[in-house]
């Protein structure tokens, strides 16, 4: 496998860029990604076989259900630092490693189930405080400590709808490989 090959594995849909503009058309239809996601995700792996869900994506890469966990996890933490960045001036995010939080048990060997139930929730909350944000809210930041970089959530909410279809991307592409229905 050529490091092409790899990096087409890695970013099925290509890395995340933010836009120049973020109309409101841009928006809405981000946070419909965003809303839609929970069905979009159960569709593709609720039929899935046990076997199958824990095959990795790629090389050295996550199994489909330590993908989808993964996106719970990743999600909450969106809502939580949207929350936080609505009710406290440019505060400083928690940070956690996601690499280490993949291999914990639950990652590994939980059901499904339970987090598609939850995403289930989670988006509807998070689809719902952002369709109704106001223009001053949507300019609120957080900063990650990673990099002290200064996050709006207006971008937010363009990288975690890319983050959804990014990993959906890596369950359908190894669906396709595999041939799986």
Known sequence: MTELDLEKLKYPIEKFIAPNDYSVT???E?????ESFPKRLEN??????DEQLDTPYRPDGWT????????????????????????ENNPVIKAYDEVLWSELNDNLTMP???TLD???????????????????????TF?????????KIKKIIGSYAWHGNHHLAHITSLKKY???N
Not at 64 to 87: D, F, G, P
């Open 26 to 28: 841009y928006l809405s």
């Open 30 to 34: 981000k946070i419909e990604e965003i």
């Open 44 to 49: 593709e792996t609720l039929h899935l076989t």
């Open 64 to 87: 489909v259900r330590q993908v989808i966990h993964h996106c719970a996890e990743s999600h909450m933490n969106c809502y939580i630092r949207i929350k936080w960045a609505l009710t």
């Open 112 to 114: 499904i189930q339970p």
């Open 118 to 140: 939850l995403l289930k929730g989670l988006h509807f909350r998070l689809a719902y405080i952002m369709k109704n944000l106001s223009e001053s809210d949507l300019e609120k």
């Open 143 to 151: 900063v990650h400590p990673s990099d002290n970089s200064e996050n």
């Open 178 to 180: 595999k041939n799986w």
